[in-house]
């Protein structure tokens, strides 16, 4: 029983650039949560998807971030010219509809030079 | 809005000295609250669900308890291993999944 996979582990960009991450959440797992978290707190909720639909959206998540879940299984992050204070850790979770646990994945640490 | 509260910041504790970590919460309508556990560079490991005060469980040496303000995660004799910061987040009834997080008590266990 795989958990939540998260890809890169680690991406150093330059500012201005796109990046991208992918998260593979827990198979039978149908919610998908994105958070992001700075050095000494808490992740902060960015959005959500039931299946394909994107549900819930926080207003941290600017217009130069756009998240899909093209067929309701991986997930995509993605942040358009990045700046530095992009630069945190990137966390995914999933969790059944049934369920309000969510199960995280190890994040993606993004470094913005 | 949705606010947690986590008190001490950072706790020393010798090892097997047992101790209490503090979880306060204000939120329209509890669904769930949950402890977290995170190693550095790595995500959030899950340890409790709790949804209804006096709600009480268990997993080695932790205990979590729920009240309708606070939570505590009560730490029975550590070891260097139990060694994180420990998350606490709350989740409101209504429909909405946003999970709203603390700030996180940093835990270190000397041997």
């Known amino acids: 029983d795989t958990g939540v996979s998260q890809n890169p582990r680690h991406k150093i960009t330059k500012r201005g650039q796109n990046v991208t991450f992918r998260c593979d959440p827990i198979s039978e797992h149908n919610r998908l949560y994105w958070y992001r978290q700075t050095l000494g707190q808490g992740p902060e909720f960015l959005t959500y998807?039931?299946?394909?639909?994107?549900?819930?959206k926080s207003r941290l998540l600017s217009d130069r971030f756009s998240a899909e879940r093209p067929k309701g299984s991986f997930s995509t992050l993605e942040i358009q010219r990045t700046e530095q204070g992009d630069s945190a850790m990137y966390l995914c979770?999933?969790?059944?509809?049934?369920?309000?646990?969510?199960?995280f994945g190890p994040g993606t640490r993004l470094l913005v030079l | 809005e949705d606010q947690v509260t986590q008190s001490p910041e950072a706790l020393r504790l010798q090892e097997g000295e047992s101790s209490s970590l503090n979880c306060s919460y204000t939120v329209s309508g509890l669904r769930g609250l949950f402890w977290y556990r995170q190693d550095p560079g790595k995500g959030p490991e899950f340890l409790f669900t709790?949804?209804?005060a006096g709600e009480e469980k268990e997993k080695e040496r932790l205990k979590a308890t729920l009240t309708k303000k606070e939570s505590f995660l009560h730490i029975t004799a550590p070891k260097p291993e139990d060694s994180a910061t420990y998350l606490c987040?709350?989740?409101?009834?209504?429909?909405?999944?946003?999970?709203?997080f603390g700030t996180g008590t940093k835990l270190q266990v000397i041997p």
């Open positions: 987040a709350v989740q409101a009834s209504g429909g909405y999944q946003k999970v709203t």
């Open positions: 998807f039931q299946n394909e639909a994107q549900l819930e």
């Open positions: 979770a999933s969790s059944l509809a049934t369920v309000e646990t969510q199960y």
């Open positions: 709790l949804y209804s």
